[in-house]
């Protein structure tokens, strides 16, 4: 093979990783890049706190067969309504604590049929998996599925996609507890949620997942969080319920309550939510 030859297949194969690394680097940011920082980082299309003076705690990654039950037990205790946010399998392999969630009056969202983070979902993945947990769920309550929370709160184009088709809601938080690690004693996560936790913030816990053995501290944390938050902070604990929002109301924006905030300024009178009337 001539000079000439050599340079030029050389010069062709540079062109091609140049190309693919390219390719690649595009893919990432309008699969994942774009999708995550508009629902999650900024907010559009998403919840991530309530506009409302009320405080909505929710749990992720249930039920679990030990921990989900005391978790109810503290909120029968306080009368805190939640919104438990499930994993499909888990779902379908205890029902009964779906039905006992169901029961006591919380509200139940899905959480993804398996907890796997979108990143490493394609889209065919990302629609049958999503489809399937909320079949799952919708066969074991027998009521539509309006909530969703993807693991980590993490998106994908598909999962815009999918929501949008499906017109899901989208809640994610304002407030964590980061109880998902083991090290976080009780007395942290309660302390960090009091410190967070503001008018209308919606509260991340887990009632399973996470490192071995870590919903035993959110157990333990639940029972302080609940008093204290209603009589240090004075704030009053209010379900999930994003139909009676005064921002979901407004004809003039769907969007995340931070994002139109201005919005709740203007519409506040005419579309505050009862609890926050009574207050
Ligand atoms: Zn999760």
């Not at 888990?90 to 039905?99: G, V």
Request: a positive charge; hydrophobic letters at 40%.
């Amino acid at each position: 093979m001539s000079k000439w030859n050599l340079t030029n297949l050389k010069r062709n194969g540079d062109n091609l990783r140049i190309f693919i690394v390219e390719f690649t680097f595009l893919l990432i940011v309008v699969y994942i890049i774009i999708p995550d920082f508009v629902l999650r980082c900024i907010g559009i299309g998403s919840w991530k706190k309530q506009n409302t003076l009320g405080v909505a705690i929710t749990f992720d990654d249930g039920p679990h067969p030990d921990y989900t039950p005391k978790v109810l037990d503290i909120l029968e205790r306080y009368k805190v309504p939640a919104t438990f946010f499930v994993v499909g399998e888990n779902a379908a392999a205890y029902p009964e604590l779906i039905k006992e969630i169901q029961g006591q009056g919380h509200r139940l969202g899905i959480h993804c049929q398996q907890h796997i983070c979108s990143w490493f979902l394609n889209p065919w993945e990302t629609w049958s998996k999503w489809d399937e947990g909320v079949a799952t769920l919708e066969s074991l309550t027998g009521q539509k599925v309006e909530l969703i929370r993807p693991p980590w709160g993490v998106f994908n184009m598909a999962l815009w996609l999918w929501l949008r088709h499906r017109k899901m809601k989208v809640v994610l938080w304002n407030v964590e507890g980061f109880d998902w690690l083991t090290q976080r004693s009780p007395e942290q996560i309660t302390k960090r949620v009091l410190r967070k936790t503001t008018a209308g913030s919606i509260v991340l816990l887990h009632d399973a997942g996470g490192q071995p053995g870590a919903p035993k501290n959110t157990i333990c944390a639940l029972e302080s969080i609940c008093r204290k938050i209603a009589v240090e902070k004075k704030l009053p604990f209010v379900s999930l319920d994003l139909t009676k929002n005064g921002l979901e109301a407004s004809p003039a924006c769907r969007w995340s309550w931070r994002t139109c905030r201005f919005v709740q300024t203007f519409c506040r009178s005419k579309y505050t939510s009862p609890i926050t009337r009574r207050l």
